[in-house]
C-alpha cells in the first residue's frame, strides 16, 4: 500500500474562512510534507515533518499552520486566506531521514479556491 | 544553492516514437539524491526512480530508461515505444538532506498523440 489520502479534493472558502486540509498515510513513514503547487509550476515546499517535530518551515506565511497530530496523520490548518493562496495542495510522505529510502509519495491533492 | 533545470517546456510526439526528456542539475552537496516524477491529469506525483549521487548505474525499467551522467550533471529520462498514457507533466527533482529537501524542476509536458 503505497497511498497517501487528502480530504478534501476540492475546496472553496471565503477570506474570512477557517478551514483545514487533512493528510493520512499508513506506511510507517515518519516524514510528511505540504506542498504549493500553482498551475503550469512545480510543487513549492512549505513544511517538512519528520517523527512528527517540525523540521523545516520554508518561510510560510502564519495564515497556514501545520499540524501533526501523530505519524499518521497531517493537517494544514488555514485561515484568513488571500486569493493568490489558490492552488493546488499537496501532501507527501517518506520513510523519513537515515532510512535509506528517501523518495516521497503524494497524495492528489486538494485544490483550493479562495474566493 | 540547489537547482534543477529542465530546458524543454513541451514535447509533442506520435505515439511510438521515442521522447528523452533533459534534466540538468546544480548543486555543491556531494551526497544528493535525484528523482523523476510524473504527473498526469489527476494531479498526483508519481514517484518514477531514484539515483544515488554515488550510484552512476544507468537503469532500464520496461519501456523506461535512466541516464545518469555525473560529469555533465545530468540525469535524463527517456520512453522508448510511448503510448497515450505516457502523457503528462515530468518532473526531474534533487534532494540532500537525506531526502527531506526536494527542488524540483520547473517540468515538461508531454503530449503523446495517437
Known amino acids: 500500500d503505497t497511498e497517501v489520502t487528502q480530504t478534501p479534493k476540492h475546496l472553496v472558502m471565503g477570506m474570512t474562512n477557517k478551514k483545514s486540509l487533512k493528510c493520512e498515510q499508513h506506511?510507517?513513514?515518519?516524514?510528511m510534507y505540504w506542498y504549493k503547487q500553482k498551475a503550469k509550476k512545480p510543487p513549492e515546499l512549505m513544511f517538512v515533518?519528520?517523527?512528527?517535530?517540525?523540521?523545516i518551515n520554508e518561510s510560510v506565511p502564519s495564515r497556514f499552520s501545520p499540524e501533526c497530530p501523530n505519524s499518521s496523520l497531517l493537517n494544514l490548518h488555514l485561515h484568513a486566506l488571500q486569493p493568490e493562496d489558490s492552488a493546488l495542495y499537496l501532501c507527501?510522505?517518506?520513510?523519513?531521514?537515515?532510512?535509506?529510502?528517501?523518495?516521497?509519495?503524494f497524495g492528489q491533492g486538494t485544490r483550493l479556491t479562495v474566493v | 544553492a540547489q537547482k534543477v533545470t529542465q530546458a524543454q517546456t513541451e514535447i509533442s510526439v506520435v505515439e511510438k516514437e521515442d521522447v528523452t526528456l533533459d534534466c540538468v542539475y546544480e548543486?555543491?552537496?556531494?551526497?544528493?539524491?535525484l528523482f523523476w516524477y510524473k504527473q498526469p491529469p489527476s494531479g498526483e506525483l508519481v514517484f518514477l526512480i531514484r539515483?544515488?549521487?554515488?550510484?552512476?548505474q544507468n537503469e532500464i525499467s520496461g519501456r523506461y530508461s535512466w541516464n545518469f551522467q555525473k560529469s555533465t550533471s545530468s540525469f535524463n529520462f527517456t520512453i522508448t515505444a510511448s503510448q497515450v498514457v505516457d502523457s503528462a507533466v515530468y518532473f526531474c527533482a534533487l534532494s540532500h538532506n537525506y531526502g527531506q529537501n526536494f527542488v524540483f524542476g520547473p517540468g515538461t509536458r508531454l503530449s503523446v498523440l495517437p
Open positions: 539515483r544515488n549521487s554515488f550510484d552512476e
Open positions: 548543486t555543491r552537496d556531494t551526497t544528493y539524491y
Open positions: 515533518y519528520s517523527y512528527e517535530k517540525l523540521s
Open positions: 507527501a510522505s517518506s520513510q523519513g531521514p537515515r532510512t535509506g529510502s528517501l523518495e516521497a509519495f
Open positions: 506506511m510507517g513513514h515518519r516524514a
